[in-house]
Nanobody
Framework: EVDLVESGGGSVQAGGSLRLSCVGL?????????MGWFRQAPGKEREGVAT???????HYGKSVEGRFTFSRDDAKTTLFLQMDSLKPDDTAMYYC??????????WGQGTQVTVSP
């Protein structure tokens, strides 16, 4: 069973850091499907922040490249997003998502990140 649960969000000042975690990948832990982190700010569309493709390559959104780092534990059961040098524009709900391999994506409930000036 896949039940994605994010944690680690919070409120920080600009320049600060947060580390998000996502557990509950279930059977997807043993498969090389696409998965990663996405975010949605109020009034904006959901955007990809950091994702890993089926070939194992990691892709970052232009606005976070060099500041955010995507990783997984050795067992591939947990996804992490290390966020450094946070900016107010990073304020959003952050979601963990994973391709089911059956034409849809699994999504977590999200964790709020708020960055104050």
């Amino acid at each position: 069973e896949v039940d994605l649960v994010e944690s680690g969000g919070g409120s920080v000042q600009a320049g600060g850091s947060l580390r998000l975690s996502c557990v509950g990948l279930g059977y997807l832990s043993s498969l090389d499907y696409s998965m990663g982190w996405f975010r949605q700010a109020p009034g904006k569309e959901r955007e990809g922040v950091a994702t890993i493709g089926i070939d194992g390559s990691t892709h970052y959104g232009k606005s976070v490249e060099g500041r955010f780092t995507f990783s997984r534990d050795d067992a591939k059961t947990t996804l992490f997003l290390q966020m450094d040098s946070l900016k107010p524009d990073d304020t959003a709900m952050y979601y963990c998502g994973a391709d089911s391999g059956h034409g849809f994506w699994y999504w977590g409930q999200g964790t709020q990140v708020t960055v104050s000036p």
